[in-house]
Structures are given as C-alpha cells and as structure tokens.
C-alpha cells in the first residue's frame, strides 16, 4: 500500500511561517492528485490546497496568497508553503494522495501534524 508521511507542523507566532512536507512511499506507479487538509478542534476537515500532476493548483479562499502548495513529482512529495499565518490557522495538517500503486489505485492519508498559531 501506499504510505504518506508528513512533517513540518509546530508552534509559531502569529505572522510566522512554517513549511510542511509529506512524502508518499510504496510501490507507486503515479500520482494524480496530492492535497493539503485541516481540521481545527470541533470542525469538519477542509481542503487547504489541491495540486494536480499537471496544472493549476487550487486554493481555499481563506489561504490564498498566504499559502503555496508545490510538489516534486520524482520523489512523490508534495510541500505547503505557508506565510502569513493567523491563528485561525491552527489545526491539524493531513496530506492526500491519489494514484495507482501496484495493487490498484489508491487514496491514502497522512497521519497528521500539528500546527499552532499564538496570538
């Protein structure tokens, strides 16, 4: 199966910048498309931003021009870039992942890390 591990996520002040990563290990024969989500205490998980293989990434409104998504296709990592943090910002941070692997295709998941935004 496929595997995705993230990294990155902290505590920083409001203003502040942090940049996660998460890499998707297994017998991957290719990515579609690799996303960014979060979910704050008490809300429902929301996408933060959607990257295809080829194409145009797309954000939420609530982080656009304050958050970069980028991935490196050969190494099956996707990045987020964020700046300007709020601590409206403050959630866990999952990454996703579809494609097809060696058993099939495949949607798999992170298993979270945690950003903090102080005031």
């Known amino acids: 199966q496929v595997q995705l591990v993230e990294s990155g996520g902290e505590l920083v002040q409001a203003g502040g910048s942090l940049r996660l990563s998460c890499a998707a290990s297994?017998?991957?024969?290719?990515?579609?498309?690799m996303g960014w989500y979060r979910q704050a205490p008490g809300k429902q998980r929301e996408l933060v931003a959607l990257i295809p293989r080829i194409g145009i990434a797309n954000y939420a409104d609530s982080v656009k021009g304050r958050f970069t998504i980028s991935r490196d296709n050969a190494k099956n990592t996707v990045f987020l870039q964020m700046n300007s943090l709020k601590p409206e910002d403050t959630a866990v941070y999952y990454c996703?992942?579809?494609?097809?692997?060696?058993?099939?295709?495949?949607?798999?998941w992170g298993q979270g890390t945690q950003v903090t935004v102080s005031s």
């Open positions: 996703n992942a579809r494609g097809r692997a060696l058993y099939g295709d495949f949607d798999s």
């Open positions: 297994g017998i991957i024969f290719s990515i579609n498309a």
